[in-house]
């Protein structure tokens, strides 16, 4: 038999956004407050439809820059400013999901420094950083006095999902240093595994490992008081993507 598109249900593609930041010593995603049916007023993570001349990868890549101003970084060229790590995080196509239609989304995870406030966009009437245990608390009042509702559609397993994805890949990779400007200290960088974990982590020992460990930080020469105090020496991340020994995430 011939192939006859009429013959299956449409259905749409989007792309989610899961933006994850550090800001005050605290892991934070982008939010944005939705201007328009459905959910109209509630919280939900970035992203929007496919379009119809581009890849998952380039709709994500777009989303981003119009979210965020930044620009999917690749890892094989030099650091920029304005860089973020993306990668594909999964993809969800629950029947159910979306209330206009049948639509699956292919959700995509961005980390990048400590990022400026957001402006909303598109069909956002306002955008935010907000700690991930806030977006992801389904009761209760949040940090502005205002009650909290749960993210719209399935965002909030999206969002538990990239969170726990982050958590769990910085322990064997170099992930964390994308949290990172491109020179740091490893104070910094610690506070970067401390927010993103939620822990209180051994200073020194923590030095000891990150500096041990082969390929993970290449000293720059430099130091840097931005941190207050004595001159803290500059690192930029190193060639190795795996970690080895892995930093193993303390039980809590």
Not at 103 to 110: E, K, P, T, Y
Not at 165 to 190: D, M, N, W
Not at 210 to 223: A, D, I, M, Y
Request: hydrophobic content about 40%; proline content about 10%.
């Amino acid at each position: 038999m011939p192939y006859d598109p009429s013959a299956f249900p449409p259905f749409a593609v989007t792309v989610d956004l899961v933006v994850l930041t550090v800001r005050r010593h605290a892991l934070c995603a982008l939010a944005v407050r939705r201007g328009e049916p459905p959910f109209q007023g509630r919280w939900a993570l970035p992203g929007g439809f496919v379009r119809a001349d581009e890849d998952l990868s380039q709709a994500a890549a777009r989303e981003l820059e119009e979210e965020t101003g930044l620009r999917a970084h690749d890892p094989a060229a030099p650091a920029q400013d304005n860089g973020a790590h993306l990668e594909q995080l999964a993809t969800y196509g629950d029947p159910e999901r979306d209330p206009r239609m049948r639509v699956v989304s292919v959700a995509h995870l961005a980390l990048a420094p400590d990022l400026p406030a957001p402006r909303a966009g598109g069909d956002a009437s306002n955008a935010r950083w907000a700690p991930v245990e806030e977006l992801l608390e389904q009761g209760g009042y949040g940090r502005d006095g205002e009650p909290v509702a749960p993210l719209a559609f399935d965002h909030a397993q999206i969002l538990a999902d990239g969170v726990e994805r982050a958590r769990s890949k910085i322990e064997y990779s170099s992930l964390a240093t994308a949290f990172c400007p491109p020179e740091f200290t490893v104070g910094e960088l610690r506070r970067v595994y401390e927010a993103v974990w939620g822990v209180a982590l051994d200073p020194r020992n923590f030095h000891r490992k990150v500096t041990g460990t082969p390929g993970f930080l290449v000293p720059t020469g430099g130091t840097t008081t931005r941190q207050g105090g004595r001159p803290a020496q500059l690192f930029r991340a190193g060639g190795a993507t795996l970690l080895n020994p892995p930093m193993l995430r303390p039980e809590v």
